[in-house]
Nanobody
Framework: QVQLVESGGGLVQAGGSLSLSCAAS???????MGWYRQAPGKQRELVAD???????NYADSAQGRFTISRDNAKNMVYLQMNSLKPEDTAVYYCNANNLRRTYWGQGTQVTVSS
């Protein structure tokens, strides 16, 4: 039903910024959209998510530095990351979920150098 493709990852120095994009192949109106990340040897964790109406939720580690947004008409989700820290280094995954289904993107690597 929905395929998700992330883009925008890369290498950035600590204190820098990076913007991630997630393009969905289908209608995301009925899905909560989120960004998760997984660092080497660590569990996957929620970074931020947003319901269709735009209400957002952030992990404590992301609060104040990251901003999630969505454009339902374009089936796009974004994650603006500012003041990046080395501990933000991870593979970032786009996620779509509702009561029936969950979809994952392939992930995009974000590396923050000290």
């Amino acid at each position: 039903q929905v395929q998700l493709v992330e883009s925008g990852g890369g290498l950035v120095q600590a204190g820098g910024s990076l913007s991630l994009s997630c393009a969905a192949s289908g209608d995301i109106f009925f899905y909560t959209m989120g960004w998760y990340r997984q660092a080497p040897g660590k569990q996957r964790e929620l970074v931020a998510d947003t319901i269709s109406g735009g209400t957002t939720n952030y992990a404590d580690s992301a609060q104040g530095r990251f901003t999630i947004s969505r454009d339902n008409a374009k089936n796009m989700v974004y994650l603006q990351m500012n003041s990046l820290k080395p501990e933000d280094t991870a593979v970032y995954y786009c996620n779509a979920n509702n009561l029936r289904r969950t979809y994952w993107g392939q992930g995009t690597q974000v590396t923050v150098s000290s």
